[in-house]
């Protein structure tokens, strides 16, 4: 009746079901995957759920870890594969540990199996399917809600929130990613305790907001976060930024594809991701320091790192995210300059495709000439000889320009160097990184 396709399963979920019921645990795939199968999607990942502790879960695995504190659970690798193995949480008897806004701090009692589904957020995530007799349990139902399209909380919404405020933001995107509604007593609080979000250590909202924005419907997830009240402090500059119709306009566009991206299966990196974002910004105090006489490059470096520190303070963005996005911004100029040596240089550097495709998403925005975007899928697909060409042709185009902007930033860089050294040698240093 239920319609799962087994073809959709992972053989590697399976697999771990197996082990675990023939050594007599009850074990089954549940969740996010259980959901997508109804679907008739192909679930990104499996998760299962059993009574066996932890500890027993490991033991029965070559490659199997302990992760967690809030939740522990166990890691069960296959190769690159990865299932996650959960243990059935239960109603305690001992109040679990809580901030004092209700936010759950940790919680590993177990318990039985209609305790883990009462814990779930939705009823839609809260279904059991077992592989072996392919029966499928519904605790809530999420079948019902599922056919009607309907996002669900169980149990008291306000109280589920404050447990965990991040269920509002699973909600916004679940809702967008499956084209689902929120039902009326559900998303009723969501906007009262949407300043709860500040509660939530920066990294799980980073981590959240990865997934939302990876969800392949970043920019309805978006709207729909901002129509709740829930994107305050999540990207701080965002929320600035899509005031602004020029703005809205670039990170609308590099939204739709990333989401385009996601739908084909293809690959974006984070830090791709966040520097569009974040660009708007950027370029408005790159515009602020050179207003003030500040040479390009260092104008840039400074303003990478302004938006970069306000960023960083609400949603802890990893080293290397961070890492990427500068070198991203940083190669911008870089881009420009198609005279020389340099675009030869350019193409070598290992970021030049993530700058080369930033670059291009400015060409379509309007915020740079058409031209050099084509200029440069011509470059990197060309022979030796016409690459000399392309570049020679460029040397003609703006000889004259070219070497005034060869004496200003030299002279430039001889009265800043006096001024401040050390933001010349740190420009000096990421300018090098970046060459
Ligand atoms: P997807 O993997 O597609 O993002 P998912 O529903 O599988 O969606 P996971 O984060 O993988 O999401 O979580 C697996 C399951 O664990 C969920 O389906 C849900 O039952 C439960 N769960 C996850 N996060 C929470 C939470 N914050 N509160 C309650 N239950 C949760
Ligand atoms: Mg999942």
Redesign the pocket.
């Known amino acids: 009746e239920h319609g799962i396709d087994p073809r959709l399963l992972s053989n590697n979920a399976v697999r771990v079901v197996r082990i675990l019921q023939n050594e007599g645990y009850d074990a089954f795939i549940?969740?996010?995957?259980v959901?997508?199968l109804l679907l008739g999607l192909k679930p990104?990942?499996f998760?299962v759920a059993t009574n066996a502790t932890p500890e027993q879960v490991k033991r029965l695995f070559k490659r199997a870890f302990l992760i967690g504190r809030r939740f522990q659970i166990v890691h069960v690798m296959f190769g690159q594969d990865l299932i996650e193995v959960t243990t059935f949480r239960g109603a305690s008897d001992k109040p679990a540990i809580k901030d004092e806004s209700g936010r759950l701090l940790r919680d590993n009692n177990f318990g039985t199996q209609s305790e883990d589904a009462a814990?779930?957020?939705f009823t839609i995530?809260?279904m059991y399917y077992n592989p072996a007799n392919q029966v499928l349990l519904d605790y809530h139902g999420g079948i019902k809600d599922l056919r009607s399209k309907t996002l669900r909380v169980i149990g008291n919404p306000e109280q589920r929130y404050r447990e965990?405020p991040?269920?509002m933001l699973?909600i916004v995107r679940f809702a967008a990613k499956l084209g689902f509604s929120i039902d009326k007593t559900t998303g009723a609080p969501i906007a009262a305790l949407a300043p709860l979000m500040n509660n939530v250590p920066s990294a799980r909202l980073f981590d959240e907001m990865l997934?939302l924005l990876m969800s392949g419907h970043s920019m309805s997830c978006l709207k729909e976060l901002r129509a709740r009240g829930l994107h305050q402090g999540l990207l701080p500059l965002l929320d600035v930024a899509l005031e602004q119709p020029e703005a809205a306009h670039f990170i609308e566009l590099s939204l739709e594809k990333t989401d385009q991206r996601i739908r084909q299966n293809k690959r974006i990196s984070p830090g791709f991701l966040f520097a569009t974002l974040l660009w708007t910004q950027v370029e408005e105090k790159w515009a602020e320091y050179r207003a003030k006489g500040e040479h390009p490059i260092p104008a840039l470096v400074a303003a990478s790192s302004d938006v970069l520190d306000v960023q960083t303070e609400k949603l802890a963005i990893q080293r290397r995210i961070a890492t990427d996005m500068r070198d991203i911004w940083l190669l911008q100029p870089r881009l420009e300059r198609r005279t020389g040596k340099s675009p030869y240089r350019l193409l070598e550097n290992e970021r030049f495709r993530a700058a080369y495709d930033f670059m291009l998403i400015r060409c379509e925005a309007g915020e740079l000439e058409a031209e050099l975007g084509q200029w440069w899928t011509e470059f990197i697909d060309a022979s030796g000889d016409r690459r000399q060409e392309m570049i020679d042709t460029q040397m003609k185009r703006a000889p004259a320009g070219s070497q005034a902007k060869k004496r200003s930033r030299r002279s430039g860089h001889r009265h800043r160097k006096k001024s401040s050294a050390k933001t010349a040698s740190e420009t000096q240093d990421i300018i090098e990184k970046t060459e």
Do not use: I
Not at 30 to 33: F, I
């Open positions: 549940v969740g996010g995957a959901r997508d990104k990942d998760d814990r779930r957020d995530n809260a965990d991040v269920r699973r997934k």
